[in-house]
C-alpha cells in the first residue's frame, strides 16, 4: 500500500514530501478552496515545484472543476499541458457523461484518476473506460450507510429497494475489497486510491482491504507516527546509555 497526501496546503505538502514517505498528493477543489485565494494555475504550479524539488517521481492529481463535458475536457487537457511533472493525473468525477472523456482522455495517453466513486460498478466502469485510477470515498461509503438524515436514509433505501446495493455496499472495506477483486484479472494495472479518510484506523483499513493507494489528509500524520510505547522506550534507551557512559 503506498501514502498519498491528501491536501492542497503548500506546507503540508513540503513536509510529506521532504520526509519522502508519501508517494503522491491529490487535491481537490474543496481542499484548493480551504487554502488562501489565488490563481489556480500559479498554485498547482507551486504544488509541482515542490514535486520537482523534493520527489520528481510522486503522482499529483489535480480535479477538475466542472460538469460540462466540453469544459471537462479543456480543463484536463489544459491541466496536462500546463502543470509538467512527470506523473501528472487528471481527478474527473465519475458520470455518464464523463466516462467517454475518460476514454478519449486515455486514448491521449492522459492519465485519469477517476474520482468520488462509491461503488464497485462505479470503479468498474472507470477503469473500464481507461481510467488509470479510481478512487473510492471510504468515508462517504459509510455515511451513506450509517447516516439517518432523510438524504442519505432515503437514497439508500432506494438503491436496495432497487436492487442497486445491498447493506454492504455502504462498508467501505466490503466495497474497497470487492473492487479489487473485480478489477484484479481484467484491469490489473488500475490502481484503486482510497481516500475520504476519518481517522487513522481508516488509514490501516482501506490498505489491508486492498486499497493500492490510501490518501491521507496530512491532520493524522502526527498519530500515525507517534505511540507512547515508542517514547517510553527511546527515552529509556538514551536514560540508560547516558549514565553507562558518565
Ligand atoms: C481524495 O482524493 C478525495 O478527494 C478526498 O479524500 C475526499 O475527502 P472527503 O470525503 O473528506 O471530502
Known amino acids: 500500500m503506498k501514502l498519498f497526501v491528501d491536501t492542497a496546503n503548500l506546507k503540508d505538502i513540503e513536509e510529506a514530501l521532504k520526509r519522502g514517505f508519501v508517494r503522491g498528493v491529490t487535491?481537490?477543489?474543496?481542499?484548493?478552496?480551504?487554502?488562501?485565494?489565488?490563481?489556480?494555475?500559479?498554485?498547482?504550479?507551486?504544488?509541482?515545484?515542490?514535486?520537482?524539488k523534493y520527489q520528481p517521481e510522486a503522482h499529483l492529481s489535480v480535479e477538475v472543476f466542472s460538469r460540462d463535458p466540453d469544459e471537462i475536457l479543456?480543463?484536463?487537457?489544459?491541466?496536462?499541458?500546463?502543470?509538467?511533472?512527470?506523473?501528472?493525473?487528471?481527478?474527473?468525477?465519475?458520470?455518464?457523461?464523463?466516462?467517454?472523456?475518460?476514454?478519449?482522455?486515455n486514448k491521449e495517453n492522459i492519465s485519469v484518476n477517476c474520482t468520488c466513486n462509491m461503488s464497485i460498478v462505479q470503479a468498474l466502469m472507470a477503469a473500464a473506460s481507461g481510467a488509470r485510477y479510481v478512487s473510492l470515498?471510504?468515508?462517504r461509503i459509510r455515511d451513506g450507510g450509517v447516516k439517518i438524515d432523510n438524504f442519505n436514509k432515503e437514497n439508500r433505501e432506494l438503491m436496495i429497494g432497487n436492487k442497486i446495493a445491498r447493506n454492504d455496499d455502504f462498508d467501505p472495506v466490503s466495497v474497497v475489497r470487492r473492487t479489487r477483486m473485480v478489477l484484479n484479472n481484467?484491469?490489473?494495472?488500475?490502481?484503486?486510491?482510497?481516500?475520504?479518510?476519518?481517522?487513522?484506523?481508516?488509514?490501516?483499513?482501506?490498505?489491508?482491504?486492498?486499497?493500492?493507494?490510501?490518501?491521507?489528509?496530512?491532520?493524522?500524520?502526527p498519530d500515525m507516527i507517534s505511540h507512547f510505547k515508542t517514547d517510553e522506550v527511546v527515552n529509556q534507551f538514551l536514560s540508560d546509555f547516558k549514565e553507562w557512559l558518565e
Open 186 to 221: 481484467v484491469y490489473p494495472d488500475v490502481e484503486i486510491i482510497a481516500g475520504s479518510m476519518r481517522s487513522v484506523l481508516d488509514v490501516v483499513d482501506a490498505g489491508l482491504a486492498g486499497a493500492h493507494i490510501v490518501t491521507v489528509s496530512p491532520k493524522f500524520f
Open 137 to 139: 470515498f471510504w468515508g
Open 74 to 105: 479543456k480543463q484536463a487537457t489544459g491541466f496536462a499541458k500546463k502543470f509538467l511533472c512527470s506523473n501528472l493525473s487528471v481527478k474527473i468525477q465519475i458520470g455518464w457523461n464523463e466516462l467517454e472523456i475518460i476514454s478519449n482522455l
Open 27 to 52: 487535491t481537490n477543489p474543496s481542499l484548493l478552496a480551504k487554502e488562501p485565494k489565488a490563481k489556480f494555475e500559479e498554485h498547482i504550479g507551486k504544488i509541482v515545484e515542490l514535486i520537482k
